[in-house]
C-alpha cells in the first residue's frame, strides 16, 4: 500500500534526525566494546580507553545534530523525542558508567569493586536526570533576576559523560600533552571517582546551567564568551584532549560555584544590613543589585 504524498514526505521528514539519534545509540554502544577490550595490565589499554572516550564525544555530536536537523526539517515527532532519550540513556548512562569502571580496573580490583558501585550510581542519575528531562515543561519559565539564560536543571547527561570521558582522553598524556603508552593513570588515581561521584550528583541537582549553544547565538551572551573562547582555542593548539577536559569540567563545576558564590554574597548583604541597625542608607553590597 503506497503512502500518500504528504505522508511520505512527513517520513522522509522524520528520517533524517531519527537517523542521527540512532548514530547517538549507536557510537555509545562502541564506547562500550571498546572500554571492554581494555584489558588490566596491557599495554593497549589506554588505547581502547581512549577510543571509548572519544566514541562518547560522537555520541553528543549526533546529539546535537538531531535536534538541529528536526528544527531545521521541522521533523520534530513524539517518537523522535522518546526515540533520543531511550539513546541518551545508552550513550550517556550506561556507556559512561562502564567506562568509568574499565578505567578504575586498571589500577587494582579494590579500585574496580569500588568503581562499579559509582559507575550504577552514575548510571541511575543519568537516567533520574533525563526523565526528569522528559516531563519538565516545554512551555517558557519567566525569567528570575540572576537566573541562567535558557537554563536546564541539573548537569545535562552529554555534559556529565564529557565529564568522565575526560579521563579517559588525558589518561594516556603526559605534562606536555604528548600521547604516552601508560599515561597518567596515577595521576589521576585520587580524582577519578570522586570527580565523577560528583558528576553523577550534579545530574541530579537543583542547579541551572545555561545552554551553550542557545547562549552563544544571543547577542549579550557572545561578549562573555570570547575570552573563554580565546582560552579554549589556546589551549586546543597545545593539546585538543586537554582542552576538552577543561571545558566539560568548567562548565560542571560553573553552577554549584555560582549557587556559592550568590548565597555567600546574600549572607554578606545580611550581615551588612544588621550591622548598619537598618539604616536607610544602601550599603555597598545592596547597591551592587
Not at 554578606?268 to 544602601?282: A, E, I, Y
Request: aromatic share 12%; net charge positive.
Amino acid at each position: 500500500m503506497a503512502l500518500a504524498p504528504g505522508k511520505l514526505q512527513q517520513a522522509l521528514r522524520m528520517a533524517l534526525p531519527n537517523a542521527l539519534t540512532l548514530g547517538n545509540a549507536a557510537c555509545g554502544f562502541a564506547a562500550i566494546i571498546f572500554a571492554s577490550k581494555a584489558e588490566p595490565g596491557e599495554s593497549a589499554a589506554v588505547q581502547y580507553l581512549a577510543y571509548a572516550g572519544w566514541c562518547l564525544f560522537a555520541s553528543m555530536v549526533f546529539d546535537l545534530l538531531d535536534g538541529f536537523a528536526a528544527r531545521l526539517v521541522d521533523g520534530g515527532s513524539e517518537f523522535g523525542c522518546q526515540l533520543d532519550s531511550l539513546c541518551d540513556a545508552i550513550s550517556f548512562g550506561v556507556a559512561p558508567g562502564f567506562l568509568l569502571y574499565a578505567q578504575a580496573k586498571q589500577w587494582t580490583v579494590n579500585a574496580g569493586q569500588v568503581a562499579s558501585l559509582v559507575a550504577v550510581l552514575y548510571m541511575l542519575c543519568a537516567v533520574v536526570r533525563l526523565a526528569r528531562f522528559n516531563v519538565a515543561p516545554s512551555a517558557p519559565v519567566e525569567k528570575k533576576p540572576g537566573a541562567v539564560g535558557h537554563s536546564f536543571t541539573g548537569l545535562p547527561s552529554p555534559a556529565a559523560a564529557g565529564c568522565v570521558a575526560a579521563f579517559a582522553w588525558i589518561g594516556h598524556l603526559n605534562l606536555m600533552g604528548s600521547y604516552v603508552d601508560l599515561g597518567g593513570f596515577q595521576d589521576l588515581q585520587p580524582w577519578m571517582l570522586p570527580g565523577c561521584l560528583v558528576a553523577a550528583l550534579l545530574m541530579v541537582s537543583p542547579f541551572p546551567y545555561g545552554h551553550l549553544a542557545k547562549d552563544f547565538l544571543r547577542k549579550g551572551s557572545r561578549q562573555r564568551l570570547i575570552l573563554p573562547g580565546i582560552f579554549f582555542v589556546g589551549l586546543a593548539i597545545y593539546s585538543i584532549p586537554l582542552a576538552l577536559a577543561v571545558v566539560f569540567w568548567a562548565y560542571a563545576l560553573t553552577a554549584p560555584f555560582r549557587a556559592l558564590f550568590l548565597r555567600l554574597r546574600r549572607a554578606l548583604r545580611v550581615t551588612s544590613g544588621d550591622l548598619t541597625g537598618g539604616n536607610d542608607t544602601p550599603s555597598r553590597w545592596r547597591r551592587d543589585r
